[in-house]
C-alpha cells in the first residue's frame, strides 16, 4: 500500500510538471519588411540590390536615368545667366540727363550772374531752370522705369530658380537607397527595365529582430501586458527545444478565430487575440518559423 502511494504520488507531479511545461501559444515568426518603390519615372540604369545582399541605411544601390533631366536643368541654368546679363545698369541709362543736367546748372549760375547785372533778360534765367526741372522729372521717370525692368527681370529668374530647384529634386529622386539596415529579400525588377513612380524595386527585411506573432485565449491574455519579457521556443537539434527571449510589443484589441496555420483540434472553435513579440535574431531565426510561447 505504501508502494503505491509513492507511486500516485510521483504519477500526480510527472502530470503537474508535463501541465506547466504546455506552451501558452503557438505562433509564426514574421521579418520586419520595408517595399522600396521607384520616387521617378524611367529607365533603371545600374541596380546592386541582389536577394541576400545586405545593405545599410542611405546606402546607395541604383539609378534611374537623369539625362533629360539633366538637359533640362542646364537650359534652365542658361536661361538664368542670359536674364541676369540684361538687367539694366541704372547708371549708364540715366547717365545722359544728368550730364545734360549738371551742364545746364553750371549755365543757370552765368545766366543768374548775367540778369543780376542787367545784362540778360530774366526770361532765359526761367527758361534754363524750366529745362532743369524738366530733366529731374525725367530722371526720376528714368529711375522708376529701370527699376520697374528690374523687378520684373528678377521675378522672371526667380521662376527659373525655382523650377531649377523642382528639377534638382527630381534628379534626387533616381538615386535608389536603402532606407534601412537590412537584407534584401526579394528583388522585382532588373536594370534596363522601365520603372514608374511607386512601382516596387526590391524588398528589404531587418536582420537584428523578427516578429513573433501569436494567438492567445482570453484566458492566457490576462497574464500579458505590454513590455513584459517572455519565452518564445523554437525546435532545436535532437528533439530539444532553443530558448529565445522577447518583449511584448502589440496586443490586440479584437477577437479573432484561430489562423489556419495554427489551428489545432482544440481552438479550432475558440476566439483568440493575436499578439506580437519582439525578439533578437541569433541568426537561427527566420521568417516562417513555428514557434511556441512561455509566460
Known amino acids: 500500500m505504501k508502494h503505491f502511494s509513492i507511486i500516485f504520488i510521483a504519477a500526480l507531479l510527472l502530470a503537474s510538471c508535463n501541465q506547466d511545461s ?102 532765359k534765367m526761367e527758361q534754363t531752370e524750366d529745362k532743369i526741372s524738366i530733366l529731374e522729372s525725367r530722371i526720376e521717370a528714368a529711375r522708376a522705369q529701370l527699376k520697374q525692368q528690374s523687378a520684373s527681370v528678377l521675378a522672371q529668374i526667380e521662376v527659373l530658380v525655382s523650377q531649377k530647384h523642382l528639377i534638382d529634386e527630381q534628379i534626387r529622386r533616381c538615386t535608389i537607397q536603402s532606407p534601412e539596415d537590412g537584407v534584401v529579400v526579394t528583388k522585382y525588377l532588373n536594370e534596363h527595365e522601365y520603372v514608374l513612380i511607386g512601382r516596387p524595386i526590391f524588398k528589404l527585411a531587418r536582420t537584428d529582430k523578427l516578429i513573433f506573432k501569436c494567438w492567445l485565449d482570453g484566458a492566457t491574455l490576462t497574464k500579458v501586458n505590454l513590455g513584459d519579457s517572455v519565452t518564445v521556443m523554437t525546435d532545436g537539434p535532437d528533439g530539444t527545444l532553443v530558448e529565445h527571449q522577447g518583449s511584448v510589443s502589440y496586443i490586440s484589441e479584437h477577437s479573432e478565430y484561430a489562423p489556419n496555420h495554427i489551428q489545432t483540434r482544440d481552438n479550432r472553435t475558440r476566439l483568440v487575440y493575436m499578439v506580437k513579440i519582439d525578439v533578437p535574431n541569433d541568426g537561427t531565426l527566420r521568417a516562417g518559423l513555428p514557434a511556441e510561447l512561455h509566460i
Open 22 to 123: 504546455r506552451p501558452d501559444g503557438y505562433g509564426i515568426f514574421y521579418n520586419i519588411e520595408w517595399t522600396v518603390s521607384a520616387d521617378a519615372d524611367g529607365k533603371v540604369t545600374d541596380l546592386e540590390a541582389e536577394e541576400g545582399t545586405i545593405l545599410s541605411r542611405g546606402e546607395i544601390v541604383g539609378h534611374i536615368d537623369t539625362t533629360l533631366l539633366i538637359l533640362q536643368r542646364d537650359n534652365l541654368t542658361s536661361q538664368i545667366a542670359a536674364l541676369r546679363a540684361t538687367m539694366p545698369k541704372e547708371a549708364i541709362q540715366i547717365e545722359a540727363y544728368t550730364s545734360e543736367k549738371d551742364a545746364l546748372v553750371k549755365e543757370l549760375e552765368k545766366v543768374r550772374s548775367l540778369v543780376a547785372s542787367g545784362s540778360l533778360d530774366s526770361k
